[in-house]
């Protein structure tokens, strides 16, 4: 019997409306009927495959997809023949099959059970087809890959197990309907690429939580861009003079924001859909591994853990002036500990707060760093301004020795202006705390919290730089401002004031360190990862990073002269700074050859290379020159 009932002459009209309205039934059914089945391919667990996509049939099926699945209307004759893809679902869908378009025995299709065919008034539905998996968008994806363009059998591609921590992205992405009627007009062809994608960075410290914003973004990346060595400015001035100090100041600061803004548009790609989650996976990527490795590992590895070892030093000599500063106001008689002593204090919390799990979750620690940052910053140059010039301060460059000898010095004082502007190396990470998609990249709220922090940044480096070079002028020490200010104003400034300052230093040491700390942590982590296909359990995780920090501890107390080689260390970081982003930029984007992008990034790399082999030389010569104490183990 007709689903319509009879039809009868006196009642034509109605009985079309009820066909209309059958056919428009019917399409939704089957709407409803292809949304299921690709929800059930986004939870099914995928089989592993090995061999390479063929680029042939890829193309076979986007034009499949582009003639049936992607129409924008659906008429009867649509209905008749159901679309034989269902790519669309998987460029929404955290699939992560290697090779999903190969059907041999090793890799056989996965199929879904059919059901009897509907039958109605002159529509009828065939058995659907196996659906055809496609390789997902990384844009959509939730698991961005270390090495995009590396397969090798130790780390194959895997689903992470229910129970594994993963970002808020991918377990929404598992509850929405996928998006299958996407627009022709949108980068579909672009966004589609045969990439390896890595499941193990939802294990991961950094890649581990997706839910960042451009707030967390200008707490990260305030805290990592000022720190300690900004205090070291008018060192560099005393040298170069006021002129040049200024014009080198500026032009570091305007030359490093480039080559920032050209790291945060290299994170992702809308041609390949691929993000770069770690500066040594953009390397090595763009340079291949081995010559990444060699130019960019050992910079990055100073960035990281020799960082933690200086902030180690100077968090616990701070410690200790702090005590004395705070005992000598209430007049206490306690005895203070040992410099060791206070080493051993300021690891321990460091060491605490590094059990947090992943980068996103020190959100709030960052921003208590940026503060406490901006804070003694301002403190100490507001506090040295207002006590006025020192009596005889001279404001000469101090130029002494051969010809040799004062190039090599204006030399070492342009690496200790390059220094100040270290954090580069934690950009993408920072970026991969954030979601992205193809209708809201990252980019966006990236370079939004970029333009903030480093807003902020240039209101304390510029004014500590040149107010502390009017203030004290040749008679700074060597180790900067804060010594400055207990060595000058011990007597002249309140206890108060100067408790505030120590104290505003040991938190941003302690807040820096975990922001520093963490490409470490994640790196040894993946070490595990990469081997046992599982997350590190919690109790794994306490054990990598306190042996992590107090490795770091060691390394301070048996160096801990190491803060004294500023210039020497701005040379060896100053290309992940300057130099690389560039040569990155001319690799990845291919600008056109002999345009004003060209040119610029051409000279700005061969500039800053050559620039760094200088400062490398002139570093080593200068600690030859003047000598340096190699106190091992006396700290």
């Known amino acids: 019997?007709?689903?319509?009932?009879?039809?009868?002459?006196?009642?034509?009209?109605?009985?079309?409306?009820?066909?209309?309205?059958?056919?428009?039934?019917?399409?939704?059914?089957?709407?409803?009927?292809?949304?299921?089945?690709?929800?059930?391919?986004?939870?099914?667990?995928?089989?592993t495959l090995k061999s390479k996509p063929d680029l042939k049939v890829l193309d076979h099926v986007m034009r499949d997809f582009t003639d049936h699945g992607g129409s924008s209307a659906v008429t009867p004759s649509s209905v008749h023949s159901p679309p034989t893809s269902a790519l669309s679902s998987q460029l929404h869908s955290p699939s992560l099959s290697r090779s999903p378009l190969l059907n041999s025995p090793d890799h056989p299709q996965t199929t879904i059970k059919t059901t009897k065919p509907k039958t109605g008034n002159?529509?009828?539905?065939?058995?659907?087809?196996?659906?055809?998996?496609?390789?997902?968008?990384?844009?959509?994806?939730?698991?961005?890959?270390?090495?995009?363009?590396?397969?090798?059998?130790?780390?194959?591609?895997?689903?992470?197990?229910?129970?594994?921590?993963?970002?808020?992205?991918?377990?929404?992405?598992?509850?929405?309907?996928?998006?299958?009627?996407?627009?022709?007009?949108?980068?579909?062809?672009?966004?589609?690429?045969?990439?390896?994608?890595?499941?193990?960075?939802?294990?991961?410290?950094?890649?581990?939580?997706?839910?960042?914003?451009?707030?967390?973004?200008?707490?990260?990346?305030?805290?990592?861009?000022?720190?300690?060595?900004?205090?070291?400015?008018?060192?560099?001035f005393t040298i170069l003079g006021w002129a040049w100090g200024v014009i080198a100041l500026t032009l570091a600061f305007i030359w490093q924001l480039y080559t920032l803004y050209l790291l945060v548009n290299l994170h992702e790609s809308p041609e390949t859909g691929i993000r770069y989650s770690r500066y040594m996976q953009l390397a090595n990527a763009t340079f291949g591994e081995r010559l990444g490795k060699a130019l960019a590992l050992f910079p990055i590895i100073y960035l990281s853990a020799g960082t933690c070892v200086a902030l180690i030093i100077i968090g616990g000599s701070t410690s200790k002036i702090f005590f004395q500063v705070v005992c000598a106001a209430n007049e206490c008689k306690a005895e203070t500990l040992t410099t060791v002593e206070w080493y051993l204090v300021f690891t321990c919390g460091a060491v605490l707060l590094s059990q947090l799990p992943n980068l996103n979750s020190i959100a709030g620690i960052s921003l208590i760093g940026a503060i406490t940052a901006l804070g003694y910053c301002t403190t100490i140059w507001a506090v040295s301004v207002s006590e006025g010039r020192l009596p005889n301060v001279s404001y000469n460059p101090i130029r002494i020795g051969s010809e040799v000898s004062k190039i090599f010095d204006v030399l070492n004082a342009l690496g200790i202006v390059a220094f100040a502007f270290r954090g580069h190396n934690l950009i993408l990470e920072i970026q991969a705390t954030m979601p992205s998609s193809e209708k809201h990249p990252s980019t966006v709220p990236m370079w939004k919290g970029v333009k903030v922090s480093y807003t902020l940044i240039a209101m304390c480096l510029f004014p500590l730089a040149i107010g502390g070079y009017w203030a004290y002028g040749q008679l700074i020490p060597s180790s900067g401002m804060l010594t400055a200010l207990f060595v000058y104003h011990s007597q002249d400034v309140a206890k108060s004031v100067q408790a505030l300052a120590s104290i505003l230093v040991i938190i941003n040491a302690l807040s820096s360190f975990q922001i520093y700390g963490m490409p470490t942590f994640d790196e040894l982590e993946s070490i595990y990862v990469t081997r046992f296909k599982k997350p590190c359990a919690w109790w794994l995780r306490v054990i990598i990073r306190t042996v992590f920090g107090f490795i770091c501890f060691f390394i301070a107390v048996a160096i801990p002269f190491l803060a004294s080689m500023a210039g020497l260390i701005g040379g060896i970081a100053l290309p992940v700074t300057l130099v690389y982003p560039c040569f990155m930029w001319l690799k990845v984007k291919k600008p056109k050859v002999y345009s004003p992008q060209w040119c610029l990034n051409w000279a700005l790399g061969v500039l800053g290379m050559g620039l760094s082999g200088l400062l490398i030389a002139a570093g080593v010569y200068v600690i030859i020159d003047n000598g340096i104490k190699f106190n091992f183990f006396e700290p």
Request: overall charge positive; some cysteine; proline content about 10%.
């Open 122 to 236: 002159k529509i009828t539905f065939s058995n659907t087809p196996p659906v055809v998996s496609a390789p997902a968008s990384q844009m959509h994806s939730p698991s961005m890959s270390r090495s995009p363009f590396l397969g090798t059998p130790d780390r194959p591609v895997t689903m992470p197990p229910s129970g594994a921590r993963t970002p808020m992205a991918y377990i929404r992405s598992r509850n929405l309907t996928p998006r299958f009627l996407t627009p022709l007009g949108s980068p579909l062809r672009k966004a589609l690429h045969l990439t390896k994608l890595d499941p193990t960075d939802a294990w991961l410290p950094i890649t581990e939580s997706r839910n960042g914003n451009a707030y967390y973004a200008a707490f990260h990346t305030l805290c990592s861009g000022i720190g300690i060595q900004a205090l070291i400015l008018p060192v560099a």
């Open 1 to 47: 019997m007709p689903i319509f009932g009879q039809h009868t002459h006196t009642n034509i009209l109605a009985a079309f409306y009820f066909q209309v309205f059958h056919i428009l039934t019917s399409v939704a059914f089957y709407a409803i009927y292809m949304s299921n089945q690709m929800c059930i391919q986004v939870i099914t667990k995928e089989k």
